[in-house]
């Protein structure tokens, strides 16, 4: 079944521990992307990645870091929390038809 | 202006109704405009899109309309039903760059 897998689903963190959320999609998709879905902001992009070894910043990329060493892998890495990174975290694929494959969200919650 | 303007916000409709979702942008270079709707706890997942070279798409009972001289689009769906009651998202995009999305509108079909 194609899919996008994100971990964990849900979690509850303390400002300054360092997390990682993991995304692994196994369509063998050359674009993969993070978003944030915040009430009345819509999904903002935060970081994206062409292919392996190649990633940009989206809009709204502060305190955040990815990395891309396998296709398949796309971990979201938040160094140091803060509240302010409390959101529900998608991340998506893209098919050749320019269509996005979304996960089903990671829901983080920084105290 | 790479900002796409959705609304309403929420939206509350009976069954059998139609339900109309507006956006609007500004950038003439867009050129795909695509529909997302999204269930609770789950990703968005594409539901419907069109081109600017055609001013209507219908796919069951849903209709993307699109009035390229004004630069707006519009969700129709017709004869709603509680199984619609989702968030909708709009969005639009510059040749291959990145989706701009919409801020969302939640529909809630009553029985």
């Known amino acids: 079944e194609a899919q996008v897998t994100q971990n964990p689903r849900y979690l509850i963190t303390v400002t300054g521990k360092k997390l990682t959320v993991t995304c692994s999609q196994n369509?063998?998709?050359?674009?993969m992307s993070w978003y944030r879905q915040d009430p009345g902001l819509g999904l903002r992009q935060i970081y994206y990645?062409?292919?392996?070894?190649?990633?940009d910043k989206g809009d709204v990329p502060e305190g955040y870091k990815v990395s891309r060493k396998e296709k398949r892998n796309f971990p979201l890495i938040l160094e140091s929390p803060s509240p302010n990174q409390t959101s529900l975290y998608f991340c998506?694929?893209?098919?050749?038809?320019?269509?996005?494959?979304f996960g089903e969200g990671s829901r983080l919650t920084v105290l | 202006q790479q900002q796409v303007k959705q609304s309403p916000q929420s939206l509350i409709v009976q069954k059998g109704g139609i339900s109309i979702i507006n956006c609007a942008y500004e950038?003439?270079?867009?050129?795909?405009f695509p529909w997302y709707q999204q269930f609770p706890g789950k990703g968005p997942a594409l539901l419907i899109a069109?081109?600017?070279?055609?001013s209507e798409k219908k796919e069951g009972r849903f209709t993307i309309s699109f009035n390229k001289s004004a630069k707006q689009f519009s969700l129709h769906i017709m004869d709603s039903q509680p199984g619609d009651s989702a968030t909708y998202f709009c969005?639009?995009?510059?040749?291959?760059?990145?989706?701009?999305f919409g801020t969302g509108t939640r529909l809630l079909v009553s029985p």
């Open positions: 069109i081109r600017p070279d055609v």
């Open positions: 950038n003439t270079a867009f050129d795909y």
């Open positions: 990645s062409m292919n392996v070894e190649v990633t």
């Open positions: 369509m063998n998709h050359e674009y």
């Open positions: 969005a639009a995009r510059p040749g291959f760059q990145k989706l701009v």
């Open positions: 998506a694929s893209k098919r050749n038809t320019g269509e996005l494959f």
